[in-house]
Antibody, heavy 122, light 108 residues
C-alpha cells in the first residue's frame, strides 16, 4: 500500500543540523510533490516547503529560507529535509506529506508520514 | 500570506450531535483550494475534505465541507466517538501554505 515512512527521533544541540528522511513506497515517487510541515509541542501545523521529486525543484517558506534544504534521492524513493543552526524553538514533530494528484503542486496533502520528533537541547 | 482563523477554539458536544466548525480566511481563497484535516493525539493529520467540499477517499459521508471565498465550514452531521479530535483547515491556493490554529472537538 502507499505509505511514507520517516526516520527516527533525533536529539540535537543548539547550533547543530538535523536531517530527516521520508521513504515512499507503493506509488511512483517521482509523480507527486512532497511537502514538509512541523508541529511544536501542543501547537498547530506550520508549513516549511516542498520538493518536486521529478525535477528536484524546491521552494521554502520565507521563515526558513537559508536554513532549510529539501532534497530527494529517486533511486531509493526518499525525500530529505535538512534544517541547520537549530535552536530550542525548532523542537517539534516534523512531517512529510504527499499531494493527492499526479503532478499537481496546488493540491491538498493526501498522505502523511508518521512524524519525526526532533528535540533541541543543550 | 493568507491567515486562517478557526472558530470556536474548543467545541464541547455529545455523540450523536451535529458539529459545525468555521474557518475564515484573511483574503479570498481561489478555486476553493481549502482542505480540512483531522488529527488525533500522537498521530499525523488525516485529510478529510479538499476543494472545500470534496470528501477524501474513505471519509464517511457524515463529514461535509462547504463555503467559498473567505468563509468555509466543516460539518459533522452525527458525531461518533472516534470523531473527537483536533481539526485544522488549510489553504493551498498560495505560498506559503497556511493552516488555521485548530478547533479542539471534545466530548461533553
Amino acid at each position: 500500500q502507499e505509505q511514507l515512512v520517516q526516520s527516527g527521533a533525533e536529539v540535537k544541540k543548539p547550533g547543530a543540523s538535523v536531517k530527516v528522511s521520508c521513504k515512499a513506497s507503493g506509488y511512483t515517487f517521482t509523480g507527486y510533490y512532497i511537502h514538509w510541515m512541523r508541529q511544536a509541542p501542543g501547537q498547530g501545523l506550520e508549513w516549511m516547503g516542498w520538493v518536486n521529486p521529478n525535477s528536484g525543484d524546491a521552494s521554502y517558506a520565507q521563515k526558513f529560507q537559508g536554513r532549510v534544504t529539501v532534497t530527494t534521492d529517486t533511486s531509493i524513493s526518499t525525500a530529505y529535509m535538512e534544517l541547520t543552526r537549530v535552536g530550542s524553538d525548532d523542537t517539534a514533530v516534523y512531517y512529510c506529506a504527499r499531494t493527492r494528484t499526479l503532478s499537481a503542486l496546488v493540491d491538498a496533502f493526501h498522505m502523511w508520514g508518521q512524524g519525526t520528533m526532533v528535540t533541541v537541547s543543550s | 500570506e493568507i491567515v486562517l482563523t478557526q472558530s470556536p477554539g474548543t467545541l464541547s458536544l455529545s455523540p450523536g450531535e451535529r458539529a459545525t466548525l468555521s474557518c475564515r480566511a484573511s483574503q479570498s481563497v481561489s478555486s476553493s483550494y481549502l482542505a480540512w484535516y483531522q488529527q488525533k493525539p500522537g498521530q499525523a493529520p488525516r485529510l478529510l475534505i479538499y476543494g472545500a467540499s470534496r470528501r477524501a477517499t474513505g471519509i464517511p459521508d457524515r463529514f461535509s465541507g462547504s463555503g467559498s471565498g473567505t468563509d468555509f465550514t466543516l460539518t459533522i452531521s452525527r458525531l461518533e466517538p472516534e470523531d473527537f479530535a483536533v481539526y485544522y483547515c488549510q489553504q493551498y491556493d498560495t505560498s506559503p501554505r497556511t493552516f488555521g490554529q485548530g478547533t479542539n472537538l471534545e466530548i461533553k
